[in-house]
């Protein structure tokens, strides 16, 4: 698994992004600015997303 299907996932489950943050830095051995590096990629992802729906409404 990725840390990003873990915080994918993490999220889907209604995790809080400090359990999703600190579960990121245990799973794959990061530091926690590792691990927030990841949170803020997984984050930009998302607004990626929406834009594009919102393109294609």
């Known amino acids: 698994m990725e ?3 873990l915080i994918r996932d993490k999220f889907s ?4 992004v ?4 600190h579960l990121v830095m245990a799973q794959f ?3 926690e600015q590792q691990a927030q590096a990841k ?3 997984y984050f930009e992802i998302v ?3 929406e834009r594009e729906r919102e393109n294609l409404s």
């Not at 400090?18 to 943050?21: F, N």
């Open 3 to 5: 840390p990003l299907d």
């Open 18 to 21: 400090e359990t999703v943050l």
């Open 29 to 31: 051995d990061l530091s």
């Open 39 to 41: 949170l803020d990629e």
């Open 13 to 16: 489950q209604d995790c809080s």
């Open 47 to 49: 607004e990626m997303m």
